[in-house]
Structure formats: structure tokens, C-alpha cells
């Protein structure tokens, strides 16, 4: 079994400042990392995920996140935010056991708001 | 890009009834969908796996006879959230993998169900 950990309920930053956003999980058998975002009353977008390969994994909206496998992170980074960047992201684990027939994890989610 | 479509987005119904929610792959084969459920300012929770024509998988803890799940073709899940109570009011969301594209996960929009 899995389970994610996303420290920061909240996160305020403001517009054209840099974020990061931070995931921890926890798993005994090597995973798939995800990042979701999603807007009010709206369902899930893929921002970007690891597989394998490049711990650097570049997504949509000029999103970036790092899977370092000591620390058991997948922090989400922005270098510069936009109001548009204000909604719900959510971090989320799939075992490989799973991966073709995804069974994702979800953290609690992190709610960032850019303050203009 | 792939849609996945959730019909109602919003709906009530009174304590005691049923009430069937859809989730349609629009424009791609779903070899599976997923139904979660997502309580305010909190996270996804699994409810349950569905596979066209088989038995949906459920969750630890969620009741297969209060929520039935019918995968009836390769782009139609459905949800029935049967004798509703108060305490059933939830965002519902589903996501289907895309068999033609690795298994992708989309998500739908989510429908919210208020039971009064």
C-alpha cells in the first residue's frame, strides 16, 4: 500500500514569484508520481508525471517537479506564477504493479492561491 | 485532447432515493474507469475499479450494494447511489483509461450530489 503526504494545505504566493509545492510519499515497492491540478467544480488535469528515467520531469503550464527516491519526494516547482495558476493540485502515487490499470493515491491536496 | 464527460455536473435528490450518475469516454475505448468520491477540501478517495462487462472492484469500506456500478460498453460507466442519505452528499469523479494511448488516465468534470 501507498500513501502520500502533501504538508501544505494552503499556499499563497504572489503573482511572478516562484512556488513549490510540496509531496512526500510512502511505498514499499517502486511507483509512478503524479501531479493533478484542479480548478473550481472541475475534475482532475495531468500536469506531469514520473515514469522512469530524468528525475527533472517538465510538464504543462511551465510546471516542473523532481523525484528524488531518498527522500521519497515529488515536489511541484513554478519559477514564476500567474493568477491562472490559482487552484487545487493534488499529488498522487500509482504502484508499478498497477501501472496499465492505474490505481492512483491521492494526497490531501495543496490549494494555491496567487495574490496579485 | 481525450473528454471524459459526467452527467449530471450538479444534482439533488431527496433522502431515500436513488439517483445514477454517467461517466462517458467521448472520443476513445475505456478499458476501465474509476470512480472516486472527494468530500470538501479534501482529497480523492477510491470507491471503486469497473471493468467493461465484469463485476466493478470495490474499495475497502465502500458498500457495493449502496453504490452500484454498471460498466456497460467500452465508454459508459454509471454510478447509482441507491436509498440517498444526507450523508452521501459528495463530489463524485470518475477517470477512464485510454486503451489506445498506454492506458492514460482522464478525468471527468465531477457531479456533485446533494441529498436533502
Known amino acids: 500500500a501507498q500513501s502520500v503526504t502533501q504538508l501544505d494545505s494552503q499556499v499563497p504566493v504572489f503573482e511572478e514569484a516562484p512556488v513549490e509545492l510540496r509531496c512526500n510519499y510512502s511505498?514499499?515497492?517502486?511507483?509512478?508520481l503524479f501531479w493533478y491540478v484542479q480548478y473550481p467544480n472541475q475534475g482532475l488535469q495531468l500536469l506531469l508525471k514520473?515514469?522512469?528515467?530524468?528525475?527533472l520531469v517538465k510538464g504543462i503550464n511551465g510546471f516542473e517537479a523532481e523525484f528524488n527516491k531518498s527522500q521519497t519526494s515529488f515536489h511541484l516547482r513554478k519559477p514564476s506564477v500567474h493568477i491562472s495558476d490559482t487552484a487545487e493540485y493534488f499529488c498522487?502515487?500509482?504502484?508499478?504493479?498497477?501501472?496499465?490499470?492505474?490505481?492512483?493515491?491521492f494526497g490531501t491536496g495543496t490549494r494555491l492561491t496567487i495574490i496579485p | 485532447g481525450a473528454v471524459v464527460s459526467q452527467h449530471p455536473s450538479r444534482v439533488i435528490c431527496k433522502s431515500g432515493t436513488s439517483v445514477k450518475i454517467e461517466c462517458r469516454s467521448l472520443d476513445f475505448q475505456a478499458t476501465t474507469m474509476f470512480w472516486y468520491r472527494q468530500f470538501p477540501k479534501q482529497s480523492l478517495m477510491l470507491m471503486a475499479t469497473s471493468n467493461e462487462g465484469s463485476k466493478a472492484t470495490y474499495e475497502q469500506g465502500v458498500e457495493k450494494d449502496k453504490f452500484l456500478i454498471n460498466h456497460a460498453s467500452l465508454t459508459l460507466s454509471t454510478l447509482t447511489v441507491t436509498s440517498a442519505h444526507p450523508e452521501d452528499s459528495s463530489f463524485y469523479i470518475c477517470s477512464a483509461a485510454h486503451r489506445d494511448a498506454g492506458n492514460t488516465i482522464y478525468f471527468g468534470e465531477g457531479s456533485w450530489l446533494t441529498v436533502v
Open positions: 514520473y515514469l522512469s528515467g530524468s528525475t
Open positions: 511505498s514499499s515497492v517502486s511507483v509512478y
Open positions: 498522487a502515487v500509482s504502484d508499478h504493479t498497477n501501472f496499465g490499470n492505474e490505481k492512483l493515491t
